[in-house]
C-alpha cells in the first residue's frame, strides 16, 4: 500500500492563477481530509469528505473547493491564488468506523506570489 | 479561537531525560485526544491517542495523561532519544463529528546528545 499520496510537492503560484492539489489514497478509507499548515499555527481544516459524492466545509474553507467522484480521489481546487493561501497542504484519510487514526500524506509546499 | 493550546512552545531535553508536553481544551464534549508527531518535510503521523473513560495510557516510551477535571492532557516522553526531536501536536474531536480533528499549535521537542 502506498497510503496517502500528494501531488505535486511544491509549486509556486502567480496570484490570480488556479490549481489543483491531488490526493490519491489506496486504503478504500472513506473519509477524506484537507488540512492547511501555517509555521506556528498547527493545522487547519479545509474540507473534508465522507464518502463519494459527499464533502463538507471546515474551519477555513474560503478561497478553495473540493470534490470527491471516487473514493480514492480528493482534489482540493484552489481558483483564484492569493498571496495568504501560501502554506503547506496535508492530505488525509480515515477508515469508516473502527479506530479514529487519520493517516496523512507528505504534503504540497505551496508558495503565491 | 483555538480550541486546544499547548505548551510550551518549544522544549529542548538531554538525551535520557524525560520530555513533556501539556495540552489544555475548552469543549467538554471532546472524546478523542490524540497527540500526533511530524518530522521535517513529512506528514503528521499518529503517535498515540486517549479517550477520556481512562486517566492514563501507555505505549513503549510515549504516555499520555488524561485530567478531565482540569481539562488538560499531557504527553510524556520517556527515556527520550534523538530520533524523537520533532514537532508534536495534540488534537480533540467530538463524538458523531466525523473525527474533525482540532489541532494545537505544535510544539518542537530537540532531544540533545
Known amino acids: 500500500n502506498a497510503g496517502v499520496t500528494q501531488t505535486p510537492k511544491f509549486r509556486i503560484l502567480k496570484i490570480g492563477q488556479s490549481m489543483t492539489l491531488q490526493c490519491t489514497q489506496d486504503?478504500?478509507?472513506?473519509?477524506m481530509y484537507w488540512y492547511r499548515q501555517d509555521p506556528g499555527m498547527g493545522l487547519k481544516l479545509i474540507y473534508y469528505?465522507?464518502?463519494?459524492?459527499?464533502?463538507d466545509k471546515g474551519e477555513v474553507p474560503n478561497g478553495y473547493n473540493v470534490s470527491r467522484s471516487t473514493t480514492e480521489d480528493f482534489p482540493l481546487r484552489l481558483e483564484l491564488a492569493a498571496p495568504s493561501q501560501t502554506s503547506v497542504y496535508f492530505c488525509?484519510?480515515?477508515?469508516?468506523?473502527?479506530?479514529?487514526?487519520?493517516?496523512f500524506g507528505p504534503g504540497t509546499r505551496l508558495t503565491v506570489l | 479561537q483555538q480550541q486546544v493550546k499547548q505548551s510550551p512552545q518549544s522544549l529542548i531535553v538531554q538525551k535520557g531525560g524525560i520530555s513533556i508536553i501539556n495540552c489544555a481544551y475548552e469543549n467538554t464534549a471532546f472524546d478523542y485526544f490524540p497527540w500526533y508527531q511530524q518530522f521535517p518535510g513529512k506528514g503528521p503521523a499518529l503517535l498515540i491517542a486517549?479517550?477520556?473513560?481512562?486517566s492514563e495510557k501507555k505505549e513503549g516510551r510515549f504516555t499520555i495523561s488524561f485530567n478531565k477535571s482540569a481539562k488538560q492532557f499531557s504527553l510524556h516522553i520517556m527515556d527520550s532519544q534523538p530520533g524523537d526531536s520533532a514537532t508534536y501536536f495534540c488534537a480533540a474531536s467530538l463524538p458523531y463529528g466525523n473525527n474533525r480533528l482540532a489541532f494545537g499549535k505544535g510544539n518542537q521537542v530537540v532531544v540533545i546528545p
Open positions: 469528505s465522507v464518502g463519494a459524492g459527499i464533502t
Open positions: 486504503m478504500n478509507h472513506n473519509y
Open positions: 488525509a484519510s480515515r477508515e469508516a468506523g473502527g479506530l479514529d487514526t487519520q493517516y
Open positions: 486517549i479517550r477520556p473513560d481512562v
